[in-house]
């Protein structure tokens, strides 16, 4: 059973069936109650770029990502209202759960609820850890962006988030405004928490072993694989990434 031997420390209490028919179905049911069991310990994190507002043309992207071995999805769009974004999440949501892939809401915990999806992605400015986990409860996935901040992952960590984020690590379209982040902070981080550690900003094929090499479980991307003449072909190169690192 794939699961995320990094995740922190919440423990989650499950009644253990003795027969081997109730483990299986134990198994079964809780890979589709508790995502955190479906959480690899590492691999490419997408993100879905917000210059695309076709669904049609979004859903075909992700399906060659996801089949290409992305381990998690994050729809993240700026420019569609909320209904609009609400369809294409559903859309997503649906190709993610064939392919056993969690799927991750930006910012709206509304969005979330509303898709039934794998958890939430929250920033300094979205709503609070402790809104969204109330909200969406203990099974859902939680992440934080800590940008080079070691103390708010700590702190973040703390209160229940599930993984932490740092970067930009390099230039980037996607946030250029945000902190940059020096690599030596995902080893410290590596050493310091348990959790899975996610990297993100500018990554792409030239530069992200070095962020792996430092302690990152999972690299974000968006241009290198949306923008890839195959996206399929950029996500099986990133993702091997890992198979020969770790």
């Not at 009644?15 to 890979?31: A, E, H, Y």
Request: aromatic share 6%.
């Amino acid at each position: 059973m794939p699961h995320d031997l990094r995740k922190n420390t919440r423990t989650r209490q499950f009644n253990l069936p003795m027969t081997l028919d109730g483990v299986k179905k134990f198994l079964i049911d809780s890979s589709e109650k508790y995502p955190l069991m479906k959480f690899r310990k590492n691999g490419v994190y997408w993100l879905t770029p917000s210059d695309i507002e076709d669904t049609k043309r979004l859903v075909s992207l992700a399906r060659q990502v996801v089949s290409g071995g992305a381990s998690m999805v994050q729809y993240r769009q700026k420019n569609l209202n909320s209904s609009q974004k609400s369809h294409q999440a559903l859309q997503l949501k649906k190709v993610c759960t064939a392919y056993k892939v969690p799927f991750i809401i930006n910012d709206s915990i509304d969005i979330a609820l509303a898709v039934d999806a794998d958890g939430v992605h929250i920033g300094k400015s979205d709503s609070s850890l402790k809104i969204a986990r109330d909200n969406l409860g203990d099974h859902k996935i939680i992440g934080v962006s800590c940008y080079n901040d070691i103390n708010r992952a700590q702190d973040m960590l703390d209160n229940g988030a599930d993984y932490v984020a740092f970067g930009r690590f390099y230039p980037s379209q996607t946030k250029p405004e945000a902190p940059t982040c020096s690599p030596e902070v995902l080893k410290v981080a590596g050493k310091q928490f348990s959790s899975s550690i996610v990297a993100i900003g500018g990554i792409n094929l030239d530069n992200a072993s070095k962020l792996i090499n430092n302690g990152a479980t999972h690299i974000a991307i968006v241009d290198a694989i949306s923008k890839a003449k195959c996206p399929y072909v950029a996500t099986k190169r990133l993702s091997g990434l890992f198979n020969k690192i770790l």
